[in-house]
């Protein structure tokens, strides 16, 4: 067998595996059996060990460290059993990720998505500032990384580095505010799976005013955008794709209220069937090509599958350990104001941003803390703070995959996108969004 039919076989394997995953993750939420959640746990592992070779090597080095610290905490504080209970914790993810992937080909070859790409190639370049912050944020949170796509081929095969630079910039920082709301991203689910008791609708809805303070502070502060009509007529001319992006979140929401179930499961479970008809009723050929292109990327989970997976049982190895040690009374003993646990997540999570790190590490680790630790900070507002470091982490760490896959799309040095602005922006919006949650926590606990 030669190296391509190898690759090829890999590749298979990769896809039946996926496939796999997302079926019997999706059984799990209905049927709660020991059998079942052992042979998902056996998958995971097996696709994880099959995905591995095939990753980046950054995701390589941080899966080794997650690891390495996974094992050294839970041989020192004989905690071993709690890995089996992370990767069962960690079985949902794979078919979150695999419906992303369908909700993400549905967009791409729905009618709407073409209207939006013309709409922002006709924008003046008077009106990109405000057009491309708002523009990456609406249609980024539901293609995510896949909105670069849309937005590269605007600035033309000649443009200069400085031309692609600048809007990468724009862009990037619409990006960094999807996960203030949007169920759609790994820091919900992370947030979610750690504060269950949290109706989806209120972060989101917390979320989206805070994004909308976010957008004009971009648009009017740092990009100078300071005529609302212009504004507005960014937000008509993405009219095509806003009704599609709440019209998704919507169909989550609800279908969290109604049943109970969590964010992770409600998506899971709300999704496929919409998707797959609002392609087939296009034609049948859009439908197949939707289909196949599914197929194809969930066999490339792989990456995103190995580091949330390893994150999970990290973060439910470290919270067996906590009782033993002794963090969580040194924690008590400081006596943190909510203020100074709110600031601590938001801030925490900006400078690991700055360091390099993944926000998935610094995030899991918070979680575990602070939802451990007896406070007065409201749940929602843990959530929240969680989500707006996230978000902000994504716009100025090398380890996000905004800066890793924007930095290729518009051809461009990682680290010249790690600029002063944006910098200055993250630890701005954070602070803002601090005080805010601050406020409204003690509107809450009163």
């Avoid at 289909?291 to 792989?302: E, H, P, Q, W």
């Avoid at 507002?381 to 290729?408: D, E, F, N």
């Avoid at 969004?433 to 406020?439: D, F, G, M, Q, R």
Wanted: net charge positive.
């Amino acid at each position: 067998m030669n190296r391509k039919d190898f690759s090829i076989l890999i590749s298979r394997g990769s896809e039946a595996h996926a496939i796999s995953l997302w079926i019997l993750g999706t059984a799990s939420i209905f049927i709660d059996s020991t059998v079942l959640k052992t042979l998902v746990v056996g998958l995971i592992v097996s696709f994880t060990i099959i995905a591995f070779p095939r990753t980046r090597t950054s995701i390589k080095i941080l899966s080794i460290v997650i690891l390495l610290a996974t094992a050294w905490i839970a041989l020192f504080y004989e905690v071993e059993g709690a890995i089996i209970d992370g990767l069962e914790r960690a079985a949902i993810f794979p078919a979150f990720l695999a419906t992303l992937v369908l909700l993400r080909a549905t967009a791409d070859n729905r009618p709407e998505s073409q209207r939006a790409r013309e709409a922002f190639s006709s924008l003046p370049k008077t009106q990109r500032a405000g057009g491309i912050v708002t523009g990456a944020h609406f249609i980024g949170a539901i293609l995510q990384v896949g909105v670069f796509a849309v937005l590269a081929p605007i600035i033309g095969r000649g443009s200069t580095e400085t031309d692609r630079r600048g809007i990468f910039l724009i862009a990037a920082r619409g990006m960094a505010l999807v996960p203030f709301w949007s169920p759609f991203v790994v820091g919900m689910a992370i947030a979610s799976e750690y504060l269950p008791d949290v109706p989806l609708w209120q972060p989101v809805l917390l979320g989206l005013m805070l994004t909308v303070i976010g957008l004009l502070v971009s648009a009017v502060i740092m990009d100078g955008e300071r005529k609302p009509a212009i504004i507005w007529r960014t937000l008509l001319s993405l009219g095509p794709i806003i009704p599609g992006v709440f019209l998704t979140a919507a169909l989550v929401v609800v279908t969290s209220v109604l049943t109970g179930w969590s964010t992770l499961q409600s998506l899971v479970i709300s999704l496929p069937i919409p998707c797959l008809v609002s392609v087939f009723v296009i034609s049948a050929k859009t439908g197949k090509e939707v289909l196949s292109a599914s197929l194809r990327g969930v066999g490339r989970i792989g990456p995103e599958v190995t580091i949330m997976t390893c994150a999970i049982i990290l973060g439910t190895v470290f919270e067996a350990a906590m009782p033993q040690s002794g963090i969580l009374n040194w924690l008590q003993t400081l006596k943190l104001s909510p203020i100074s646990i709110i600031l601590s997540i938001i801030l925490g999570m900006i400078l690991a941003g700055l360091m390099g790190i993944h926000a998935i590490v610094p995030g899991t680790m918070l979680l575990v803390l602070f939802v451990n630790l007896p406070s007065e900070v409201a749940d929602l507002i843990l959530m929240q703070a969680l989500l707006v470091g996230w978000g902000l982490c994504t716009l100025i760490s090398l380890g996000s995959l905004t800066i890793i896959t924007g930095s290729v799309m518009f051809n461009l040095n990682p680290l010249s996108v790690i600029t002063g602005p944006n910098i200055a922006y993250a630890f701005g919006i954070g602070l803002f969004c601090a005080a805010v949650l601050a406020a409204l926590n003690i509107v809450l606990m009163s």
